[in-house]
């Protein structure tokens, strides 16, 4: 694959990039640059972590990336996840990577690394410590929103610490290419900020887009903030669809999902469409009697959208045909769930702790 082609695949996944210049000059100087991206394991997953985390992942290893899954168990205990139980963490960590495995990452591309398993070496401390004493108390609390918290909440001593220990993992990881979502922006910002100062090379930040909750929020927030709190939540089930939903839970969510008639912006039905279905499949079918205009199909997005805010697309008829599609990539997830034995174990265990 010729240059142009790697960078453009890499658009795909960056709604954010910094920088352009700084990837071009990293793909054309490294051969296999090295990608990460790293998450606490809370839980079951959801779509976005699920199906949209592969296809990113697949298209950087398309692009001759080199992909680091880290499962940030220590990160997860220090921002108190799952009742600040380890062990009950580690369980969710192996689930979330069986979730991945019958979703279609490409495994063969990927090496998943533990938290755990690094950070006892006093290497990684020392990262850690030149990064605190380079920083201030200011600087990382303004970090807390990559851990979903906010400046003005209450922080435990941990949390204060985990921008510090976020930062050392692009480090001790030897990271090009932190990809990450937008939400992770601001330590993926400080990284850079401190690497020259420290003698590390500067990372590339690639920051995905993150996917729209399906319930409506009214929020006067702009920017990447408004994008964190419009973003889908485990804390607010009805605004995620898990992977491990069944058929019925998924045509439950979307037909209650906001989807204002002919509007597109921060309508969450194009977004699933826009960032899942049309990466996923050729063509999105639309079931309609005649009298509402008879059977369509879209090749594009973009054709979708245009007839959408031009009102020949009714909100449920685009629902009904999304819940389909979504129905038919959760299904090898439901069937790995329910048939392998390791799996269903997992699952049902996360389960346990969730109630």
Not at 88 to 101: D, H, L
Request: charged share 30%; hydrophobic share 40%.
């Amino acid at each position: 694959m010729d240059l142009e082609s790697r960078l453009d695949l890499i658009r795909e996944v960056g709604e954010e990039i910094i920088t352009g210049e700084d990837l071009r000059q990293l793909l054309q100087t490294k051969k296999t640059p090295i990608a990460y991206d790293g998450f606490e394991p809370s839980g079951k997953i959801h779509i976005a972590q699920g199906v949209l985390r592969a296809i990113n992942v697949n298209k950087m290893t398309k692009a001759g990336c080199k992909f680091k899954m880290w499962v940030a168990d220590w990160h997860a205990w220090a921002n108190n996840k799952m009742g600040g139980d380890l062990a009950k963490i580690q369980k969710a960590g192996e689930y979330m990577v069986e979730v991945w495995k019958a979703t279609g990452m490409d495994m063969g591309k990927v090496e998943v690394l533990w938290a755990s398993d690094v950070m006892g070496k006093r290497e990684y401390w020392e990262k850690v410590m030149k990064i605190a004493i380079n920083s201030t108390l200011n600087r990382t609390i303004r970090c807390s929103q990559i851990m979903g918290r906010t400046e003005n909440e209450v922080l435990q001593t941990s949390q204060v610490f985990y921008p510090c220990m976020q930062a050392a993992d692009i480090f001790q990881l030897e990271i090009d290419i932190a990809q990450l979502g937008m939400d992770q922006r601001k330590v993926n910002v400080f990284a850079r900020e401190l690497a020259p100062k420290l003698g590390f090379a500067k990372p590339v930040a690639v920051h995905h887009h993150m996917l729209l909750g399906l319930t409506q929020i009214n929020t006067a927030a702009s920017g990447i903030d408004r994008a964190i709190e419009m973003k889908m939540s485990k804390s607010k089930p009805e605004s995620a669809i898990f992977m491990t939903d069944s058929r019925e839970e998924v045509e439950h969510k979307i037909k209650k999902a906001f989807c204002p008639e002919k509007i597109v912006e921060d309508n969450p039905i194009l977004d699933y469409c826009r960032n899942i279905v049309f990466e996923k499949f050729k063509s999105l079918e639309i079931e309609r009697p005649e009298k509402f205009g008879g059977n369509v199909t879209y090749h594009s997005y973009a054709e979708l959208e245009s007839d959408f805010a031009a009102g020949k697309l009714h909100p449920m008829d685009l629902k009904n045909a999304t819940a389909l599609k979504i129905n038919e990539l959760l299904e090898p997830v439901r069937r790995h769930f329910e048939r392998n034995t390791k799996a269903k174990k997992l699952l049902q265990e996360v389960n346990a702790v969730e109630k």
